[in-house]
Every structure is written in C-alpha cells, then in structure tokens.
C-alpha cells in the first residue's frame, strides 16, 4: 500500500469512528447517489490501470456493503423518475459501468444478480463491433507489460525513431502517443491489431494470450444482448468514446451511431446517456 493510500484509508477511518460516515448518510439521504463502474480484473488490468478496473472480490465487498447497509437499489431510469417526483426512497443507490468490457458479463453480471442488484451499462459500440481488443489501451498495456528495457522499431514504418529508451519515461509516452496516433489515422482495424501484435512480438509479450484472455475487449452485441437476464440495461455512451465539443455534426453522428449499433439488441430507443470520460460542455445538451 502507497503512503497516499494508507493517508486515504486513514482519513476514512477516522472518519468512520467519529461518526461522520453516519453524519453523511443521513445529509445525503434524499438525494441519488451513482455509482460508477467500468472494466473488472482478470490478470493484473487493476495494476495496469486501478482507476478503470477493479478486482473481483472487491467488487464483491461493495455490493456486500450496499446490502448490509441496507441501501435501495434502483434501475437507472426508475431512480431518475422518483427523484423528480419526490418520491425516492433515502439513500437510495444506481449501479452504472461505462464502456462494455467484456469482463462486465462474465465477472460482474453474476454478482449483480446474486444480489438481486439491477445495473445500466453505457456502451461505447465501435470496438463491440470489430470484436478486438481497444488499440489506445492494448498498446498502453503492452508498454506498461513489458519487462524490456529497449525497444526497437526500426524496421516499421509507423513508427519514426530507430530505438526507444524505455528507462525514459518521457521517451516512452512519446512513443506510445506516436504508435497510437499513427494507428488511429492511418490503419484500419486490421492493421491496428498488427501493430499491436509487432509491438507485443518486439516486447516479448504474447499477443495471442492477451487478445484471446479478452480483459482489454468490449462484449459483442451478441453478448450484450445476454445481460438482460442479469437485470442490466444498455444505453448509450458513443459509438468511439468521442464526444467533441467543437464539432456538433461529429458529436451528433457519434450518437447515431452508438443508437444504430445499441437499439437493435433490446429492439426500442435508449434514452439515456453517459458523456465518454465524463467530458461535457452546456452546449452539448441539445444532443
């Protein structure tokens, strides 16, 4: 544990035994409080990125805590409607998880259900599409993977430099930017995934385990289609996780898009949405 972890977990505890958590409880009991997920651990994501992915049996802790707490869980849209009525129930709490990794269906989906928790689940719909894992975060995985201390590049031509010094913090993030760049304005999806497989080969990581262990992929639309029976809801999140503010015809297109993809799987409009990263401007509301 860090020391800005221990300080963290410190603070809370102190708070906990002054009976603030209770103070809180009861100052935030007539408003809805979301929870935000996104992608859950198979392997070491949590380690990669802890702020996107969350292990499995800590997942597990917090819907434990929500039931013993006993905290009302709501769908999404029902929530919505109760608050601006008046009627919600205190403390009331949504379950929301952003994007649609795969390991939404296959780790958190039945934990959800065994607690009789219902959830929404806002898609970015490109990548459910193509069925591959997510080029800017596969190959921010394979950099941050690697045990190498070298990389060379020299023989690809989407990649200027001869050598990188991967010691070289600043060097590497130059690096991953310029591979990423790269591929999102010059390759297909295709030839996105070879890149990654040409990086992954020159930094002695299997591609093959990692693209088929699907931690860093999105679920199919067959497979969203399944998380009905968990009790969870699709609804919209942009079709590329880009949602630009200077370019309505782009931000709208974004959003047709996502709706072409999502609609068909429960057959009727999504009226929800989630801006990608959390990024919205007041001009965005017309969308």
Same mark, same amino acid.
């Given at each position: 544990m860090?020391?800005?972890?221990?300080?963290?977990?410190?603070?809370?505890?102190?708070?906990?035994?002054?009976?603030? @958590?209770k103070? #809180? /409880?009861?100052?935030?009991?007539?408003?809805?409080?979301?929870?935000?997920?996104?992608? @859950?651990?198979?392997? &070491?994501?949590?380690?990669?990125?802890?702020i996107?992915?969350?292990?499995?049996?800590r997942?597990?802790?917090?819907?434990?805590?929500?039931s !013993?707490?006993?905290?009302?869980v709501?769908p999404?849209?029902e929530?919505?409607? !109760?608050?601006? +009525?008046g009627?919600?129930?205190?403390? $009331? =709490?949504?379950?929301?998880? &952003?994007?649609? @990794?795969?390991?939404t269906?296959?780790l958190?989906?039945?934990?959800l259900?065994?607690?009789? @928790?219902?959830?929404t689940?806002?898609?970015? #719909?490109?990548?459910?599409?193509?069925?591959?894992? =997510?080029?800017?975060l596969?190959?921010?995985?394979l950099?941050? +993977?690697?045990?190498?201390?070298?990389? &060379?590049?020299?023989?690809?031509?989407?990649?200027?430099a001869k $050598?990188?010094?991967?010691c070289?913090?600043?060097?590497?993030?130059?690096a991953i930017?310029?591979?990423?760049?790269?591929?999102?304005?010059?390759?297909d999806?295709p030839?996105?995934?070879?890149?990654?497989?040409?990086?992954?080969?020159?930094?002695?990581?299997?591609?093959?385990?990692?693209? $088929?262990?699907?931690?860093? #992929?999105?679920?199919?639309?067959g497979?969203? &289609?399944?998380?009905?029976?968990?009790?969870?809801?699709?609804q919209?999140h942009?079709? !590329?996780? #880009?949602?630009?503010?200077?370019d309505?015809e782009q931000?709208?297109?974004?959003?047709?898009?996502? !709706?072409? =993809?999502?609609?068909?799987?429960?057959?009727?409009?999504?009226?929800?949405?989630?801006?990608?990263?959390?990024?919205?401007?007041p001009?965005?509301? /017309?969308?």
């Amino acid at each position: 544990m860090s020391i800005k972890q221990r300080i963290k977990l410190g603070v809370y505890t102190a708070a906990k035994l002054t009976g603030m @958590f209770k103070l #809180s /409880r009861f100052l935030m009991r007539r408003r809805l409080m979301i929870l935000c997920y996104h992608g @859950f651990q198979y392997s &070491d994501e949590a380690n990669f990125r802890p702020i996107m992915f969350m292990d499995k049996q800590r997942f597990a802790q917090r819907l434990d805590l929500i039931s !013993r707490g006993k905290y009302p869980v709501l769908p999404l849209s029902e929530g919505v409607l !109760r608050l601006k +009525k008046g009627t919600l129930p205190a403390n $009331t =709490v949504v379950i929301t998880i &952003d994007d649609g @990794f795969y390991s939404t269906l296959d780790l958190a989906a039945p934990l959800l259900q065994e607690y009789g @928790f219902p959830a929404t689940l806002y898609v970015t #719909s490109y990548y459910a599409t193509k069925g591959t894992p =997510v080029f800017p975060l596969l190959i921010q995985y394979l950099f941050w +993977k690697t045990e190498c201390t070298n990389l &060379d590049l020299s023989d690809h031509p989407w990649f200027p430099a001869k $050598t990188v010094d991967l010691c070289n913090h600043h060097a590497t993030r130059q690096a991953i930017q310029q591979i990423m760049d790269y591929g999102m304005a010059h390759c297909d999806e295709p030839g996105r995934q070879k890149i990654c497989a040409e990086v992954a080969a020159t930094l002695n990581l299997d591609f093959e385990t990692i693209k $088929t262990g699907r931690g860093l #992929s999105l679920l199919t639309p067959g497979e969203l &289609d399944q998380l009905e029976a968990f009790g969870i809801d699709l609804q919209l999140h942009t079709h !590329r996780h #880009s949602f630009p503010a200077n370019d309505p015809e782009q931000a709208h297109r974004e959003i047709q898009d996502n !709706r072409n =993809v999502l609609e068909k799987i429960p057959g009727h409009r999504l009226e929800h949405f989630c801006y990608p990263s959390g990024i919205w401007t007041p001009g965005l509301f /017309r969308y």
